[in-house]
């Protein structure tokens, strides 16, 4: 069975910094592209971070320069580092493990993990 469980979120006051976790069970971690996405009610779901299996990152433009994405192959686990946070930033994150195989995509989401930013 596989599983994404994203842990790390909470209220950080602007400014502030949390490091997000998503730990990956049930299939070949290494193998899967990584991707944190985050959702606020009524909007479409939203690419925040991308890594790679070979360790290629992508940043959405809104958090150029303050994200960080990270994998450790070891720990089958993706984080994702967030530091000089704004209010615009409170969503639900989500993490996503993606793997194109011989044509079939296969994908998996996590639960979600609530950060807010608010003084």
């Known amino acids: 069975q596989v599983q994404l469980v994203e842990s790390g979120g909470g209220l950080v006051q602007p400014g502030g910094s949390l490091r997000l976790s998503c730990a990956v069970s049930g299939v070949g971690f290494s193998f899967y592209d990584m991707t944190w996405y985050r959702q606020t009610p009524g909007t479409q779901r939203e690419l925040v971070a991308t890594?790679?299996?070979?360790?290629?990152?992508n940043y959405a433009d809104s958090v150029k320069g303050r994200f960080a994405i990270s994998r450790d192959n070891a720990k089958n686990t993706v984080y994702l580092q967030m530091n000089t946070l704004k209010p615009e930033d409170t969503a639900v994150y989500y993490c996503?493990?993606?793997?194109?195989?011989?044509?079939?995509?296969?994908?998996?989401w996590g639960q979600g993990t609530q950060v807010t930013v608010s003084s």
């Open positions: 996503n493990a993606r793997r194109n195989l011989l044509g079939t995509t296969f994908g998996y």
């Open positions: 890594i790679t299996s070979g360790d290629n990152t």
